[in-house]
């Protein structure tokens, strides 16, 4: 596949509030560079998700808030998310925690869909792509692994299968950026580590830049170059993987420390 064009984004002191005074953004600043891989972590409750949302345009910022910026676009300013946002969503691929596939299509179907905002709407009403367009998607069902998957139903597939198609999707779609939401949270150990691999292939080979929410930091270590921690909706680290060390951990969130690291992993970092 050719190389594809890439986006950066920019956040500006984006707030965000819930219900009763509950503040899951609190002035937040971060800027990604194109082409970056970039890890997002934090304990339950720290505002991942929420943050993700915001910079897809799916949530606006409280009234007054800042801004959001992807490659030349202004996905939302002063509260208000820009009018324009389903044409700006076709550069922001987005890969969510339960995969959000169609069960009953096949996969190449599934891929395919990623090509909806560059194709006529009443094509993609009647499923109609050209052979072409399906080539386009088999070949993104190749960089990933499971062309032999193409035409097998969706649900059919086990929840590793099914996020490596929403990768493809995102391939297909030709994302500038691609924004993950705890991709691997219910996935095995070997899944996990294989959509990871993954998201950081196709951000080598192709530039494409990625943000990826995590919550064990041992896959940010070994996956991301710099990770961005956040805390009640706050940024409190930003910088080299691989300095987040335990004792690093324990300074920046405490007893919480423990929700980040999990498993055998989780035991040898802590241990070393």
Known sequence: ???????????????????????????????????????????????KSTLLRHVAGFLAGDSGSGSIQVGSHTIQNNGRIDSQIRKMRADIGFIFQQFNLVGRMNVLTNVLTGMLPRVPLWRSLLGLFTQEEKQEAYEALKVIGIENLAYQRASTLSGGQQQR??????????????LADEPIASLDPESARTVMEILAKINRDHGITVLVSLHQVQFARR??????????????????????????????????????????????????
């Open 1 to 47: 596949m050719n190389q594809f064009l890439t986006a950066g984004l920019e956040v500006n002191s984006i707030t965000k509030s819930f219900g009763r005074g509950a503040v899951a953004l609190n002035k937040t600043d971060l800027k990604v560079s194109p082409g970056e891989m970039v890890a997002l972590i934090g304990a339950s409750g720290s505002g």
């Open 165 to 178: 198609v929403a990768i493809a999707r995102c391939l297909v779609q030709k994302a500038k950026i691609i």
């Open 223 to 272: 996956y991301c170059p710099r990770t961005i921690a956040l805390r009640l909706g706050e940024v409190i680290y930003d910088g080299s993987s691989e300095d987040l060390t335990p004792q690093h951990l324990r300074t920046l969130y405490g007893a919480s420390v423990e929700e980040l690291l999990d498993g055998t992993e989780a035991v040898d970092f802590v241990s070393g």
